[in-house]
């Protein structure tokens, strides 16, 4: 099994994959007469055919080494990933080439960072490394199949070193 190393997740490195979500140094403005500071507009949805909506998710958590044998994209629509709770996730995605998805990369969450993966965006499934593995998942609902399954001819292992 060919190896991959997890990197700390960072706008930077996942641009090409969509965003980060994560607090700024300081907020766009502050609410509620003072006491919320809104961090506005960080993420890009992008949808066809449907609407965006908000879905729960209770995934099990898994461990490390990982072994991915699977990726999968959404090629109508975005896909937002929120942790509701304080802990990190896996993050995998893989730049498309010519339809497949190539090499993938993994990145660590830390606690209060969510990801949007943009639009047909080669990615592993929900990976939460400790519970609970409770997500608010933004994404498109509507008609037809928005999901395209690739299976790797050998799995990646992943793991922190």
Not at 5 to 11: E, G, M
Not at 62 to 77: C, F, I, N, T
Not at 122 to 143: E, Y
Request: glycine share 10%; net charge negative.
């Amino acid at each position: 099994m060919s190896q991959i190393i997890i990197q700390p997740l960072s706008a930077e490195k996942f641009a090409r994959f969509g965003e980060v979500l994560e607090l700024k140094a300081q907020p766009d403005k502050l609410i509620n007469q003072g006491l919320c500071g809104r961090h506005h507009d960080l993420a890009a949805l992008a949808f066809s055919g449907g609407r965006a909506g908000i879905s729960l998710f209770d995934a099990e958590p898994r461990s490390l080494p990982y072994k991915l044998e699977m990726v999968e994209r959404h090629p109508d629509g975005s896909q937002a990933f929120i942790p509701m709770s304080q802990t990190s996730f896996l993050v995998i995605v893989a730049p498309d080439e010519g339809g497949k998805p190539g090499r993938p990369l993994a990145f660590e969450t830390t606690p209060g960072q969510a990801i949007n993966l943009a639009r047909g965006t080669w990615h592993g499934v929900l990976t939460p490394l400790s519970a609970p593995g409770l997500f608010a998942v933004v994404d498109r609902i509507g008609p037809g199949m928005n999901l395209e399954e690739h299976w790797f001819e050998a799995p990646f292992t992943i793991s922190r070193i």
